[in-house]
């Protein structure tokens, strides 16, 4: 009569650790494929924002030097046109205006003059 408890429980002790193994192995395995956003932000999101406001600051930056630049060669042409003004309606006559250099020179010295 002892033989037949002892070979139950040979037969069932490896069903009992199957299920066993079995009613562990969801609380294993994890789903990855989600993606958990708190407060609405996570890294990418961040990251992205920080990347799109760098990129927008370079541009920002080279916008600013084009403009300068511009606004230089602006100022600079419209002095030369006030100062080819002033040059041709001076009283002094040996003034003239030197057109490649976008300044009033004397005809005798060759040296600027204020007209």
Same mark, same amino acid.
């Given at each position: ?6 070979? =139950?429980?040979?037969?069932? $002790?490896?069903?009992?650790? $199957? ?13 990855? &494929?989600? $993606?958990?956003?708190? @407060?609405?932000?996570?890294? =990418? /999101? /961040? +990251?992205?924002?920080?990347? #799109?406001?760098?990129?927008? &600051?370079?541009?920002?930056? =080279?916008?600013?030097?084009? @403009? ?9 042409? #419209? ?12 009283? @002094?006559?040996?003034?003239?205006? +030197?057109?490649?250099? =976008? ?13």
């Amino acid at each position: 009569m002892k033989i037949l408890p002892t070979r =139950l429980a040979s037969a069932f $002790l490896p069903l009992t650790l $199957l299920a066993a193994a079995l009613a562990m192995q969801p609380a294993a395995m994890a789903k990855t &494929d989600r $993606l958990i956003i708190e @407060n609405g932000d996570n890294a =990418l /999101s /961040s +990251e992205q924002a920080r990347q #799109d406001k760098e990129q927008w &600051d370079d541009t920002r930056m =080279l916008r600013k030097k084009v @403009n300068s630049r511009v606004e230089k060669q602006f100022d600079k042409s #419209d002095r030369a046109f006030d100062t080819r003004d002033a040059c041709e309606q001076s009283y @002094n006559v040996n003034a003239y205006w +030197e057109a490649n250099t =976008l300044r009033c020179l004397d005809r005798r010295t060759g040296r600027p003059v204020a007209p």
